[in-house]
């Protein structure tokens, strides 16, 4: 379906699952990550366990036993939205090394 709102991402969201750590200066916990972009991801999170809107976080996603994939403190949560099911689904903006 095309939709007939204009695309404002400049990069596109790849979809992936999997399980992700999230941690900030106090608090931390495991999600399922949904997305992944070079300007950010989107991932899902309990809702008795979520980081808060504009927190700053530090992601992990493990590749296998011994990789993982880091942000460290580059993330800021931007969206969270709750849902029916337990878990809300939230979305980090990376910072922008270029400006």
């Not at 916990?29 to 989107?42: F, I, Y």
């Amino acid at each position: 379906m095309i939709s007939k709102y204009p695309e404002r991402r400049r990069f596109a969201r790849v979809p992936i699952t999997g399980p992700m750590l999230w941690r900030s200066r106090d608090e931390q916990g495991v999600c399922q990550v949904r997305d992944l972009s070079p300007e950010g991801a989107a991932f899902d999170s309990p809702d008795h366990a979520s980081p808060d809107l504009g927190q700053q976080l530090s992601l992990d996603i493990p590749l296998d036993a011994e990789v993982s994939w880091s942000v460290t403190d580059d993330a800021r949560v931007i969206r969270k939205a709750g849902s029916h099911d337990g878990y809300c689904r939230l979305a980090v903006a990376f910072a922008d090394k270029d400006g």
